[in-house]
Structures are given as C-alpha cells and as structure tokens.
C-alpha cells in the first residue's frame, strides 16, 4: 500500500464491495423461485416435444416466457400459457402476477 506523501492513506472497505439494493435482492430470490417452479412443470411440456424458458421477472412479479419446441407455434400454446405455466406459477410462487409469452 503506498501513503501519498504528508497525507495519511485509509482504504475504504465499502468501496470493492458489490453493493445490492433490497429491491434487487427480492428479484434475483422471485426468479430463482419461479424458475424452481418451472422446473417443476417442464417435464409435462417436454412429455409433448416442447419447453418453457424464463425470459425475465419484473419486481411487480410479471414474467415473461418464451414457449419452444413443439409449444412454439402451437394453436394451444396460449391456453397451456395461461391455464397451465401461470396458474402453477401463481400457486407456487405468489408473488407472480401475470405470466406473458414471447
């Protein structure tokens, strides 16, 4: 460590310290839930050739999907979006709002 001359020198330990507001820390923890609950869920959309990715999770607790495989483009994604990916993830996750897809 080196003193500028006639000044003492006191390094700050905050200022290395990755700083994290509480709001970032409550939606890093809502997107790691929903994505438990996806995981939960994947495996019946797979049974049928598809897949669910997490796109994003707002603060609000909207988040955003994107359907692929065989449930991209499917006349019955929308419904398998909204009666079966967003009615579990309001179950399991009850901070979730809205579930939309991409």
């Known amino acids: 460590m080196i003193k500028p001359t006639g000044l003492l020198y006191f390094p700050c330990p905050l200022r290395y310290r990755e700083?994290?507001?509480?709001?970032?820390?409550?939606?890093?923890m809502l997107k790691e839930s929903?994505?438990?609950a996806l995981e939960e869920i994947r495996p019946a959309l797979?049974?049928?050739?598809?897949?669910?990715q997490l796109v994003d999770v707002t603060e609000g607790?909207?988040?955003t999907v994107k359907?692929?495989?065989a449930c991209?483009?499917?006349?019955?994604?929308?419904?398998?979006l909204k009666i079966g990916i967003e009615a579990?993830?309001?179950k399991a996750v009850p901070q979730v709002?809205?579930?939309?897809g991409v």
């Not at 797979?46 to 669910?52: L, S």
């Open 88 to 90: 579990h993830l309001k």
């Open 34 to 36: 929903v994505e438990t």
């Open 19 to 28: 700083t994290t507001t509480i709001k970032e820390s409550a939606t890093v």
């Open 67 to 69: 359907l692929t495989g």
């Open 46 to 52: 797979q049974a049928d050739g598809g897949d669910v």
């Open 97 to 100: 709002t809205e579930v939309l």
């Open 72 to 80: 991209h483009g499917c006349p019955m994604g929308m419904q398998t």
């Open 61 to 63: 607790g909207v988040v």
